[in-house]
Every structure is written in C-alpha cells, then in structure tokens.
C-alpha cells in the first residue's frame, strides 16, 4: 500500500515553454502532498505543500508564479513549471500523505521522480 | 539553513564491515525518519522514530534517536552492496501536518 507514482520519469523541453508534472497516490486519499527539487548529489530542498481544494504554501525564495501547483483532488496534485529555463532543470520529486495514519506517524510516500532538462 | 547536519558525507566500504551514520540538530523534532535512495528514485522510508532513546532494529539495520530528541543515528551491521545509496534523515516538528526536514544526506557504497 502507500503508492505514488509521477509523469512522467523524465522530460526534456526547449526553454520558454512549459512542463506539467503529475502526482497520483494510487491506493490512498492524500489529504497532503509535497513538492521537493534534488540537485544532483544533494538531499531534497521542499519546494512547497498543497492540501487538497485549498492553495498551496511555498517555501521562501520558491517563485509560485514559475512553480504552479495544483491539488485538485485527493489523489492527483501538478507542478507546472512555467517558462522553463536549463537552471531549472532538476529531479523533481512528490510525496503524499494520507490522514489515515495516526499521528505522530508523519511519513511521507515519495513518488519516483521526474527529471526535467530544460535545453 | 539546513536544520539537521549529516556525518560523514560519503563512506565507502568494504562487503562485511559495520558503519554508523549521524544525524544532527540543535533543534527538537516531535519524529525522525530516515530514508534510503537510489540514483533516479524517490525516497523509500525505512523507520519512524517518536520517543527520545528509542531504538529500532530493522535486520541488520538499527535506528537510535537521541534522548533529547534532537538527533539520530543508523548502524548497520555487515553491509552487503545491496545497502548502497543516499541515506537521508528528516525531521518533522510540531504537531499535526507537518512538513519535513531533510538531513544532508549520506552516501554510502558498500563494494563486494
């Protein structure tokens, strides 16, 4: 149980135009969902949170206008990245969270990834 | 600002041998997990600790957080190859929907 999976693994785009990456948990409601970059070699910088039906929150210095999140439904959240550009490029990762685990139990179920090279 | 430190950065070693990864923090968390990751992956997690001196064990994997709640460790006993990857820490603070904080990372390649 406690599967999410994202589309796509990889993509590469020209700069100027724009990417939609999706999120699915597949056999749980995700009331929860994150959006993380990873440079290569490094741990994951959170790049923002979105609940189901409500705005998401992004962290400091994360350009919401650039990063377009959408948590539409309790299963599916996007991150449309905006006029891409190459320093943009980075591996892209999503994880849900399900507000049927107890609390304090805080895990997150991470997505597989999705490489973006932006050319 | 990263919140919680990780040591060493990267360990190579031996099939066999034994190794500890730290996790550090002048900052409490209400849990810790830690995460292992491969190249091209998401994160999969592999323990959840809650309570300060907790110690759990998962095969040849054990997890301790610290009294004060403010750090961890993994030790793991006669590494196999198959242990290879990015080890991550990552903190939760607060009650409720919290977001995590992740460590630094360590990578760690075990060669046969």
């Known amino acids: 149980g406690a599967v999410v999976s994202q589309h796509p693994s990889w993509v590469i785009c020209k700069s100027g135009t724009s990417v939609k990456i999706e999120c699915r948990s597949l056999d749980f409601q995700a009331t929860t969902m994150f959006w993380y970059r990873q440079f290569p070699k490094q741990s994951l910088m959170l790049m923002a949170t979105?609940?189901?039906?409500?705005?998401?929150?992004?962290e400091q210095g994360v350009e919401k206008d650039k990063f377009l999140i959408n948590h539409a439904s309790l299963t599916l959240s996007t991150l449309t990245v905006t006029s891409a550009h190459p320093e943009d490029s980075s591996f892209y990762i999503c994880?849900?969270?399900?507000?049927?685990?107890?609390?304090?139990?805080?895990?997150?179920?991470f997505g597989p990834g999705t490489r973006l090279t932006v050319t | 600002t990263q919140l919680l430190e990780q040591s060493p950065q990267f360990l190579s070693i031996q099939e066999g041998e034994n190794l500890t990864v730290y996790c550090n923090s002048s900052?409490?968390?209400?849990?810790l997990q830690w995460y292992r990751q491969e190249p091209g992956e998401g994160p999969v997690l592999l323990v959840t600790v809650v309570t300060g001196g907790e110690v759990k064990k998962l095969k040849r994997l054990t997890f301790q957080f610290g009294d004060a709640r403010k750090d961890s460790s993994l030790h793991i006993t006669a590494a196999q190859p198959g242990d290879t990857g990015l080890y991550l820490c990552a903190g939760a603070r607060g009650t409720g929907f919290q977001k995590l904080v992740f460590g630094t990372g360590t990578r760690l390649l075990v060669s046969p």
């Open positions: 979105s609940n189901e039906g409500s705005k998401a929150t992004y």
């Open positions: 994880s849900a969270r399900t507000r049927d685990r107890p609390a304090p139990s805080y895990e997150q179920y």
């Open positions: 900052s409490v968390f209400s849990s």
